[in-house]
């Protein structure tokens, strides 16, 4: 048998209790379309899964005291489709409108999309140049946690799913200067990995033509989703212009380190990381207020 | 004698109450195929790429494939089985034969309940929403033309009752 025992649990308690009491043998699952695949491999192993997609608790968007909170296990349909996101954060719209296909957002969840730590999981690249905060209780308590502390390798995530679940992830409400953005390149428009994805987040200062605040993420171009910081410095370093955009997009060229997959080759990989990282600039800079060509 | 390893789970399948008793790592494909005999939901690549097990569940267009069925447990589930009424075809099921929309027909299951999702929720969608809300959906035989003109025949209205 793949597991044994299954429970749907109603709150994030009774779940931390089953897991607790299960010593390690217990999982959490949300959507479960990574986590089934990978139990039926051999992959993860769990003797009872604690499902805790039907936790009211743990679904829905708000905005409250300038901060936009998703619960871990709203999908990536709701989240894509959320009128709030499309305003605040239409990175994370745009990024989760592209994973998988409609019957995968319509159960797969966000929180489901960190813990299984893919080097290019579109949510977390747009949830990363967000700068998001992930909240993750356990027995222990709870603590909140840079996204980008999250990840330890390609599919290894700090979060242990076996005692801790995940119930919120937050980030700062964006403001009329500042703008995000979301692109992937795939072989296809559905089913299909990222070869690359970007997400960046900047606020612009119109009367100084300066970008005053950025962050770019991409994958797959390391073991774990990354920030180019580098990149960003380069960006940030004087009044923007197209020669200064081509300073910083040699930065990137220099900072991702892709590997050679059957999605695509090192090489161009490392060539597209640059007009990625563009399209994703001058959309978020349109978003923004910056005026092309002024 | 009760077999301990099973669970018992409710589900309303095309409208009709259902007790199954079950091993709790079954899928929601195999509970419908073996356990209630409904095998007009498709087996195609078992992992979520294909959509030809599409089903609708609580409104939602899911892969059952990829669904425990202990995550069915209580929910409203909708096959290819439950798209007609008495005697009569569903309105996407008659536009589709109407079109030429099923070659093999291997796909049709999934992409019927894919296009009734999509109606569902929006009766006149544009053709590139269409396309999207059949992505997840794989043709073997490429057909994908008829099938996009299938589905917006429904959605204009198209009399698709009258074959010939």
């Not at chain 1, 608790?57 to 936009?68: E, P």
Request: charged letters at 25%.
């Amino acid at each position: 048998m793949f597991w044994d025992d299954y429970l749907r649990v109603e709150s994030v308690d009774e779940a931390l209790d089953y897991l607790d009491r299960l010593h390690g043998a217990g999982r959490v699952i949300a959507g479960g379309t990574d986590l089934v695949l990978q139990l039926q491999a051999g992959q993860k192993k769990a003797s009872c899964l604690v499902d805790v997609s039907s936790v009211s608790s743990l679904c829905g968007i708000t905005h409250k005291n300038g901060k936009i909170c998703i619960g871990a296990a709203t999908t990536h349909s709701q989240i894509s489709s959320s009128s709030l996101l499309t305003t605040n954060a239409p990175s994370l719209s745009e990024a989760c409108s592209q994973i998988g296909s409609p019957q995968i957002r319509n159960i797969g969840t966000v929180g489901g999309n960190i813990v299984n730590a893919q080097p290019a999981a579109d949510s977390v690249i747009a949830l990363l140049a967000l700068n998001a905060t992930c909240t993750i209780v356990s027995k222990n308590g709870l603590r909140d946690m840079p996204i980008g502390t999250l990840f330890s390798g390609p599919g290894i995530s700090t979060i242990d799913s076996t005692q801790d679940i995940v119930t919120e992830i937050s980030f700062d409400a964006v403001s009329s200067s500042a703008g995000s953005a979301f692109y992937r390149l795939s072989r296809r428009k559905a089913g299909s990995l990222p070869i690359l994805n970007c997400a960046v987040c900047l606020r612009w200062n119109s009367e100084e033509d300066i970008i005053t605040e950025l962050r770019i993420a991409m994958g797959p171009v390391a073991p774990t989703p990354i920030r180019l910081y580098e990149t960003e410095k380069a960006f940030t370093s004087d009044t923007f212009s197209m020669k200064l955009m081509r300073e910083a997009l040699n930065k990137a060229f220099d900072e991702v380190n892709p590997r050679s997959s059957l999605r695509g080759g090192r090489e161009y990989r490392n060539e597209m990381a640059k007009v990625l990282v563009k399209r994703a600039m001058l959309k978020a800079l349109e978003i923004a207020g910056w005026k092309n060509g002024r | 004698m009760v077999d301990k390893s099973k669970k018992t789970i409710r589900v309303k399948v095309n409208g009709a109450e259902h007790t199954v008793s079950i091993r709790p790592d079954r899928l929601l494909l195999d509970m419908l195929r073996e356990d209630l005999g409904l095998t007009g939901t498709k087996r195609g690549c078992g992992n979520g790429k294909c959509g030809t097990c599409s089903i609708i569940m609580d409104g939602k267009l899911v892969d059952s494939c990829l669904v425990p069925a202990m995550k069915a447990d209580g929910s409203e589930i909708l096959t290819v089985e439950g798209l007609a009424g008495e005697g009569d075809l569903h309105p996407i099921q008659e536009a589709f034969l109407e079109k030429g929309a099923v070659q093999c027909g291997f796909c049709t299951p999934g992409m019927l309940l894919a296009a009734k999702s999509l109606l569902d929720e929006n009766p006149d969608p544009s053709i590139e929403r269409i396309k999207e809300a059949i992505s997840g959906n794989l043709c073997r035989c490429t057909g994908y033309t008829k099938i996009i003109e299938a589905i917006e025949s429904v959605s204009k209205g198209d009399e698709t009752g009258q074959r010939t």
